[in-house]
């Protein structure tokens, strides 16, 4: 029997599945991440000069971007290398906002918030769907990688806000970002709350945990921290990271559909 072949266009816009399966290792490694690009960004900017310390950081997520855009399914050592791109260089964006621009963190934040709400209306508008069990389009990915990028950039200025604008201090900051954290996952257990909203819910308040932990552990005891190296903090929390992808790696999500009509 003859393989059904699919239409070329088809093939010029379908790649299979480039974004992992949503488990306990995505969670805990995505806070990880979270944490090591604020402390990584806070290092590169104290003992590099930002003129150069930028350029480097955004040439660097470019080309993480580019290797994750040309691969045709999900590599777990490029995907998670441009989560800690993304991390470090929403950190960077968020602090520019803020630093270059006099910006306060009001602002910045209420900033990003709407535009993460833009690009989640779009990408709605235009797929019909913010599942991340659907990133098999070129367009969807390109959707993806937005609302990734602007989530790091809103959790840092949101968590920065409430540590020092509000007084709260990183620790405080960073527990009762934990606790609101539980919400969608204890709404989309026992009250309904929906996947696709639970997720994004989730996935926005993972950043500003993760960062506020992060900058508690290498902040200035006078500042409320544990004082430790940021440069010492980075370098754990990414060898921590590459074990874990290395050893569960973890699997695509919705990927064995889409191989089975790409070979068909």
């Known amino acids: 029997m003859s393989k ?9 816009k379908t790649v299979l599945a ?8 995505f969670w805990i490694t995505k806070l990880l991440t979270t944490g090591m690009g604020e402390v990584a960004s806070d290092f590169l900017f104290e003992r590099l000069n930002p003129i150069f310390s930028v350029p480097v950081s955004l040439i660097i997520f470019v080309v993480a971007m580019i290797m994750q855009f040309k691969v045709r399914r999900y590599v777990a050592g490029i995907y998670w290398l441009v989560v ?11 602090d520019a906002v803020r630093v270059g621009l006099g910006i306060p963190y009001i602002a910045s934040t209420l900033f990003f918030v709407a535009a993460l709400a833009a690009i989640l209306i779009t990408w709605y508008v235009k797929e019909g769907t913010l599942s991340v069990h659907s990133i098999h389009t070129r367009r969807r990915e390109i959707f993806y990688w937005l609302t990734v990028v602007t989530t790091f950039a809103l959790g840092t200025a949101a968590g920065d806000m409430t540590a ?4 709260l201090g990183y620790l405080s900051s960073g527990i009762m970002f934990s606790v609101i954290l539980l919400l969608p996952a204890i709404g989309y257990w026992l009250f309904g709350l929906k996947e696709i909203a639970a997720f994004w819910f989730a996935y926005i308040m993972t950043r500003p945990v993760g960062a506020s932990f992060a900058d508690w ?12 190296s940021k440069g010492t903090v980075t370098l754990i929390l990414t060898i921590i990271i590459v074990l874990l992808v290395i050893i569960k790696g973890g699997s695509p999500a919705e990927s064995t559909e889409l191989e089975t009509k790409l070979a068909s």
């Open 4 to 12: 059904k072949k699919i239409p070329l266009i088809n093939l010029t």
């Open 217 to 228: 552990l290498s902040a200035a005891h006078s500042s409320g921290g544990l004082g430790y």
């Open 84 to 94: 800690i791109m993304v991390s470090i260089f929403g950190t960077t964006a968020a």
């Open 164 to 167: 020092t604008n509000m007084h």
């Open 18 to 25: 480039k974004v992992p399966e949503i488990t306990v290792f």
